[in-house]
């Protein structure tokens, strides 16, 4: 229905195809006005189709952090709060079009930010490994640590063999608290996805697409059947 009574114009684009907003407005400008944009704003974009998009190279691309935009990516989604992530995103915003990276990179709360995040890195991979079972072509892990949140990506990094990863992580919503079960494919494997995961989750009152699926449980026994 939202689809149907949406109209384009010019600031108004649908484009199923682009990975990122980010990149989609991008390419917009540059094309509908022929707006040239510095050199880093390219790299940008380009970057943002590759995290949106999940376009890696491969499972250990997910965790390389060579460019500057990565790390600033990792600070952000690494935040202790949200007062701290709109903070950063405030510098990032006012500064990445007049400052080149290297020298933002330098700044002391955006340093730190980055060292906090690659820290955080590091014990979820350290989490994974002691707490991630695998079974045929498929991994599970039960993420017990509610200050944890999944990175549904580092099974297949630490199990390149495998097809299937299914968690469960502990949501919580002011008071509540639910189980959310998350199944996924390993895109970068060299047997294909027979399995549409999204309509198989719907079956448990959730959802997704071919690649991706979830739903949640009110218990963690619930979860676990």
Known sequence: KWRS????SEFKKWDVGSPSCCGLVFNYFCDKFSIKFPDDFKVLAKEADIVDGALYKSAK???QYNSPFRKFSLAISNAES????HDLQKILIKNLGLVPESQLLKI???KKAISCGLK???EKLNYYKKHTTVKGNTSFIDIKNPKLSRWHM???YLYPDLLYSVSIGIEKTGNSIAY???VGYNVWSKKENNTHLGEL???YGGGGHKGVGATQAKTHDEALK
């Open 120 to 122: 955080i890195r590091t």
């Open 108 to 110: 002391p709360v955006i």
């Open 5 to 8: 009574q949406f109209q384009e």
């Open 154 to 156: 580092v099974p297949y």
């Open 82 to 85: 949200e007062k701290k992530r």
């Open 61 to 63: 691309d997910v965790f």
């Open 201 to 203: 989750m719907k079956q």
């Open 180 to 182: 959310h079960i998350g």
